[in-house]
Nanobody, 115 residues
Framework: QVQLVESGGGLVQAGGSLRLSCAAS????????MSWYRQAPGQQRELVAA???????NYADSVKGRFTISRENAKKMVYLQMNSLKPEDTGVYYC?????????WGKGTLVTVSS
């Protein structure tokens, strides 16, 4: 079964940290670009960070220097370490896998940053 399952969201105070995890199954993980997106209330989903099969990374300007994306191919896991969190980081965070013309999404995990 092809699926992505996120975990690690929660409530944190501004300045705090969270680590999100995404477990993949049913895909050839090592050939897949993995990304994290987020969607704040009333806003469109936006790319937060991406990591390619060669472990090149890309970040949204708003999270550069604060968030780190990483992957473990052997475990089929991708992570998002989020430090110095701000209230504007609040939203549902989605894991995304992409290969060829195929894209799949997880169901998301909620991150709430209080001021």
């Amino acid at each position: 079964q092809v699926q992505l399952v996120e975990s690690g969201g929660g409530l944190v105070q501004a300045g705090g940290s969270l680590r999100l995890s995404c477990a993949a199954s049913g895909i050839i993980f090592s050939l897949t670009t993995m990304s994290w997106y987020r969607q704040a209330p009333g806003q469109q989903r936006e790319l937060v960070a991406a990591i390619t099969t060669g472990s090149s990374t890309n970040y949204a300007d708003s999270v550069k220097g604060r968030f780190t994306i990483s992957r473990e191919n052997a475990k089929k896991m991708v992570y998002l370490q989020m430090n110095s969190l701000k209230p504007e980081d609040t939203g549902v965070y989605y894991c995304n896998a992409e290969w060829g013309n195929v894209r799949i999404w997880g169901k998301g995990t909620l991150v709430t940053v209080s001021s």
